[in-house]
C-alpha cells in the first residue's frame, strides 16, 4: 500500500532536473515533478499546485478541497494513535 501525502507546490528549484519546493502540512519539502509534467503542464506552471507526495516524487495533483480533507483525516488518524 502506498501513501500519498498533499501539499502544495510553492516554488520550482530546478526545471532541468524537475525539482520543486512543497509545503506538506507546514514542512517544505523537495521533491521531484517529473510526474506531473508535460507540454500543458510545464514546471512554471505547478506553482500553487496542490499534488500528492510519495517517496520524493509528486505523483499527481489533485484539488485543494480534497488536499484540506485527506490532511484533515491523517492529523485525526494521528491525535487518535498518540492517545490510543
Known amino acids: 500500500m ?5 501539499g502544495q507546490i510553492i516554488e520550482i528549484t530546478d526545471t532541468n532536473n524537475k525539482l520543486a519546493i512543497v509545503n506538506v502540512a507546514g514542512v517544505k519539502r523537495q521533491v521531484n515533478i ?5 507540454d500543458q503542464h ?4 505547478c506553482v500553487g499546485d496542490w499534488v500528492l507526495v510519495h517517496v ?4 499527481n495533483r489533485i484539488n485543494e ?3 484540506v480533507e485527506t490532511l484533515q483525516l491523517l492529523q485525526e488518524i494521528a491525535e ?5
Not at 34 to 38: H, K, P, V, W
Not at 42 to 45: D, F, L, N, T, Y
Not at 56 to 59: D, I, N, R
Open 2 to 6: 502506498c501513501l500519498g501525502i498533499p
Open 56 to 59: 520524493g516524487f509528486a505523483m
Open 42 to 45: 510545464p514546471p512554471e506552471s
Open 34 to 38: 517529473a510526474c506531473i509534467i508535460d
Open 80 to 84: 487518535v494513535m498518540a492517545t490510543g
Open 65 to 67: 478541497k480534497e488536499a
